[in-house]
T-cell receptor, first 114, second 116 residues
Framework: KQEVTQIPAALSVPEGENLVLNCSFT??????LQWFRQDPGKGLTSLLL?????REQTSGRLNASLDKSSGRSTLYIAASQPGDSATYLC?????????????FGSGTRLQVQP | DTAVSQTPKYLVTQMGNDKSIKCEQN?????MYWYKQDSKKFLKIMFS???????INETVPNRFSPKSPDKAHLNLHINSLELGDSAVYFC???????????????FGPGTRLLVL
C-alpha cells in the first residue's frame, strides 16, 4: 500500500529565501508525482507534474525533482514571496491498476513573512 | 467558467440527517472522483467514476452513495450522518481513467461539512 510522507509539516521563512519541501513515498512503482498548492478555503491547484520517466520539472520559480528509486521528491521554491504562503501537497499515482486515484501526503504549511 | 464546481460550499447539519453534495465539471472529462480531507489534512480517495461507471470504491461506509447522472456530474449522497463524517469533501476530474503518466486531476473548491 502506497504511503506518502511530507516533511516538514510547517515552515516559516522570511521573504526572499530559497526553500525546499520534501516528499517521500514507499512504493516506487508510480506513473507520476504531482505537487499541488492548497489555499485556505479553496481547492487544489496543480503546480508541477513529473512523469515516472522524468527527473525534474520547472515552472517559473518552482522546480520539482523526482528520484523514483529512493522514493523521494523535492519542491524547490526560489526567492519566496508572501503570496507563496499556502499548504503544499505531494501526491503520487501508483502503477497498481486498482488505484487510479492519487495518494496524498498530509502537506507542508508554508508561511512567507514579508 | 469554473472548471470543477461543488455545491454547497458549506454544510452544517445534525447527526442522523441525510445530505447531498453536488459536483459538476465543464471540462469534458470522462472521469470524476470524490476525496475526503480529514482534520489531519490527509486527502483520501473515496470513489471514482468513468463515463458514469463506478471504477473505484474504497473502504467507505455504505451510508455514502455516489450517483453519476451523466459524465459531467458526480453527486455524493450521505445517509444517517455521523460526527466522524465532518470533513472537507473534494470533487475532481481527469480527462481519462488517469493511466496516462502526464495526466493531472482538476479539483473543485471543496465542501466543508460539519455534523453536530
Amino acid at each position: 500500500k502506497q504511503e506518502v510522507t511530507q516533511i516538514p509539516a510547517a515552515l516559516s521563512v522570511p521573504e526572499g529565501e530559497n526553500l525546499v519541501l520534501n516528499c517521500s513515498f514507499t512504493d516506487s512503482a508510480i506513473y507520476n508525482l504531482q505537487w499541488f498548492r492548497q489555499d485556505p478555503g479553496k481547492g487544489l491547484t496543480s503546480l508541477l507534474l513529473i512523469q515516472s520517466s522524468q527527473r525534474e520539472q520547472t515552472s517559473g520559480r518552482l522546480n520539482a525533482s523526482l528520484d523514483k528509486s529512493s522514493g523521494r521528491s523535492t519542491l524547490y521554491i526560489a526567492a519566496s514571496q508572501p503570496g507563496d504562503s499556502a499548504t503544499y501537497l505531494c501526491a503520487v499515482k501508483s502503477l497498481d491498476t486498482g488505484r487510479r486515484a492519487l495518494t496524498f501526503g498530509s502537506g507542508t504549511r508554508l508561511q512567507v513573512q514579508p | 467558467d469554473t472548471a470543477v464546481s461543488q455545491t454547497p460550499k458549506y454544510l452544517v447539519t445534525q447527526m442522523g440527517n441525510d445530505k447531498s453534495i453536488k459536483c459538476e465539471q465543464n471540462l469534458g472529462h470522462d472521469t470524476m472522483y470524490w476525496y475526503k480531507q480529514d482534520s489531519k489534512k490527509f486527502l483520501k480517495i473515496m470513489f471514482s467514476y468513468n463515463n458514469k461507471e463506478l471504477i473505484i470504491n474504497e473502504t467507505v461506509p455504505n451510508r455514502f452513495s455516489p450517483k453519476s447522472p451523466d459524465k459531467a456530474h458526480l453527486n455524493l449522497h450521505i445517509n444517517s450522518l455521523e460526527l466522524g463524517d465532518s470533513a472537507v469533501y473534494f470533487c475532481a476530474s481527469s480527462q481519462t481513467l488517469g493511466l496516462a503518466a502526464r495526466e493531472t486531476q482538476y479539483f473543485g473548491p471543496g465542501t466543508r461539512l460539519l455534523v453536530l
